[in-house]
């Protein structure tokens, strides 16, 4: 199994501020990734789709990059509303594989 | 709206079964692969079984395959997952979710508001 981690595991920033959390993967996995946020008792939203394309609605503070085995998600100015746990998320190979998860929250 | 509504979730002794039904409208749903995720209570998200838009191609993880069985009726618009001999550590929210495009198959772009599932004597 291909493994995602992801890093920090958790992260205390201001609103504002420029936010960046990095996965690595175990193996290349070209740009097969992808970026959710999960809020508190929710299910999970796709955020970005393979590594660097923004869903439709998803608002354009947030942004994706990388390819290979490294990837950034960056959340250009931080938003009250973003304060929410995120995922990074390979689909090059089954079983798709989750990283552990960074919880995002408000200085 | 494509919408996803998963039911049939509750309270399962160990070695028990359970079917989760997830119905889905709002789009042409014979036309997408399906998947299932779960979530242990406070934990991150674990992929358990995908079904392709015609049934032809089946996956599943190696936690749950053998004991876990996902099936969909294109015609009742309407995705199951089968659980039996169920542990403790089966114990999760399980959302059901859409593919983003019929060629993107695992990119999962809408879900289900999840059914908890709880395994205990």
């Known amino acids: 199994d291909i493994q995602m981690t992801q890093s920090p595991s958790s992260l205390s920033a201001s609103g504002g501020d420029r936010v960046t959390i990095t996965c690595q993967a175990s193996q290349d996995i070209s740009n097969y990734l992808n970026w959710y946020q999960q809020k508190p008792g929710k299910a999970p939203k796709l955020l970005i789709y393979?590594?660097?394309n923004l869903e439709t609605g998803v608002p354009s503070r947030f942004s994706g990059s990388g390819s290979g085995t490294d990837f950034t998600f960056t959340i250009s100015s931080l938003q009250p509303e973003d304060i929410a746990t995120y995922y990074c998320?390979?689909?090059?190979?089954?079983?798709?594989?989750f990283g552990q998860g960074t919880k995002l929250e408000i200085k | 709206e494509v919408q996803l509504v998963e039911s049939g979730g509750g309270l399962v002794e160990p070695g028990g079964s359970l079917r989760l039904s997830c119905a889905a409208s709002g789009f042409t749903f014979s036309t997408y692969s399906m998947n299932w995720v779960r979530q242990a209570p406070g934990k991150g998200l674990e992929w358990v079984s995908s079904?392709?838009?015609?049934?032809?191609?089946?996956y599943y993880a190696d936690s749950v395959r053998g004991r876990f069985t996902i099936s969909r009726d294109n015609a009742k618009n309407s995705l199951y997952l089968r659980l039996s001999s169920l542990r403790a550590e089966d114990t999760a929210v399980y959302y059901c979710a859409r593919v983003l495009t019929m060629g993107n198959s695992g990119s999962l772009a809408y879900w289900g508001q999840g059914a908890l599932v709880t395994v205990s004597s």
């Open positions: 079904i392709s838009s015609s049934s032809s191609y089946i």
């Open positions: 393979d590594a660097s």
């Open positions: 998320q390979q689909y090059d190979n089954l079983p798709y594989t």
